[in-house]
């Protein structure tokens, strides 16, 4: 919140000192982008994570919701304990998607007690193309401006 209203300040103190409005937008934007682009740096750490967990076999229990959080997550058997999924689960495609009848192949992260299905995987390598897009757009705006 005070963030937010240091940024009203500022904008307002640029607008008393003749700044254009263009020029006020134009940094706005670039605010945002960099914020996207932290918000981004954080869901590659976790991608870092998923990389670095053990692939076993598990079996599909159920759907529900997570303690931890407020999304229902699919919960994976591996060995005589039930894991969540890191992500949250598919709601609309539930039953074609999870399937109870077969074992299937999911990342193991000990440190944070959580498991990557497939579709976790993938979202994590998508995000991290989008991450890198962002910064990409971040560094030519960056580029742009300065003029190097």
Known sequence: MELLVGAVIIIVLCICLGVPISTIAFFCGLALLGFAALLMLAFLIV????LFSKKTKAR???TDKNKKNSFNVA???IG????PCAFPSEMLLRNKLYSADKPCKVRF????K????????A????????????IA????????IIGV
């Not at 992260?109 to 944070?112: A, I, M, Q, W």
């Not at 959580?114 to 995987?121: E, I, L, P, Q």
Request: glycine fraction near 2%; charge should be positive.
């Open 109 to 112: 992260c000990r440190r944070f």
């Open 60 to 62: 599909f229990v159920r």
């Open 114 to 121: 959580c498991v990557f299905d497939r579709y976790a995987s």
């Open 47 to 50: 991608t870092t994570a998923m």
């Open 75 to 77: 919960y994976y058997l």
């Open 137 to 144: 757009a971040a560094v030519c705006t960056y580029i742009f």
């Open 123 to 134: 979202t994590c390598i998508i995000g991290s193309f989008f991450f890198l897009a962002t």
């Open 80 to 83: 005589d304990t039930e894991y």
